[in-house]
């Protein structure tokens, strides 16, 4: 399988420990997006990345929550002193952009935090 | 910031039966909406997608309709089968790049 791959799939995490996650997008996209999706409603934006800046960052994004992209292959998020409200299913996305042209957005199948 | 509305939030249809899906967005600067679905423990799925230069687009059994006017689009799909039952979200932003602003999504049933 080529699409986008995230680990863990699941994390159980006791509230004030820290987390982290990791996306490996399709090999030849440049461009990567974090989502976050609660339950019952539709993801929520969170960052994006071109190859290794982080582009864009949403007020969604405390400042527990960090996303690099070092080499501007795969990237991590992770959650700092970890709260109930940040249970969730953490996506990825990725895509392949060039000047004026974007591919739609790939998704992973996600990691389900839950914070006891 | 983009507001996406979705209805219905279920949708129950028998095998065969279409199926109707509509949202309305509330910035007139997008330009880009896609439909996703989303199966059990997966991640969401594009199945088709839009520009606001085009007002209708089919494939197979699968069509999107959007009236930049009214600023909604609509999903529509046709002799349904049980495995298009999931929960579907439609999605909207300025261009393919840009982040997208998703409704709050439909489940779909469809029965035997």
């Known amino acids: 399988d080529t699409g986008v791959s995230q680990d863990p799939r699941h994390k159980i995490t006791k509230r004030g420990q820290n987390v982290t996650f990791r996306c490996d997008p399709i090999?030849?996209?440049?461009?990567l997006y974090w989502y976050r999706q609660t339950l019952g409603q539709g993801p929520e934006f969170l960052t994006y990345f071109q190859n290794e800046a982080q582009l864009e960052k949403s007020r969604l994004l405390s400042d527990r929550f960090s996303a690099e992209r070092p080499k501007g292959s795969f990237s991590t998020l992770e959650i700092q002193r970890t709260e109930q409200g940040d249970s969730a299913m953490y996506l990825c996305?990725?895509?392949?952009?060039?000047?004026?042209?974007?591919?739609?957005?790939?998704f992973g199948n996600g990691t389900r935090l839950t914070v006891t | 910031g983009e507001n996406v509305e979705q209805h219905p939030s279920t949708l129950s249809v028998q095998e065969g039966d279409s199926a109707v899906i509509k949202c309305t967005y509330s910035?007139?600067?997008?330009?880009?909406f896609p439909w996703y679905k989303q199966e059990l423990g997966k991640g969401p799925q594009l199945i088709i997608d839009?520009?606001?230069?085009?007002g209708e687009k089919k494939d197979q059994r699968i069509a999107v309709t959007l009236n930049k006017t009214a600023k909604h689009f609509s999903l529509h799909i046709t002799e349904t089968q049980p495995e298009d039952s999931a929960v579907y979200f439609c999605a909207a932003s300025e261009d393919t790049a840009s982040k997208l602003t998703f409704g709050t999504g439909t489940r779909l049933q469809v029965t035997l």
């Open positions: 839009i520009r606001s230069n085009v």
């Open positions: 910035d007139s600067a997008s330009n880009y």
């Open positions: 090999s030849e996209h440049n461009r």
């Open positions: 996305a990725s895509s392949l952009g060039r000047q004026g042209w974007n591919s739609p957005l790939h």
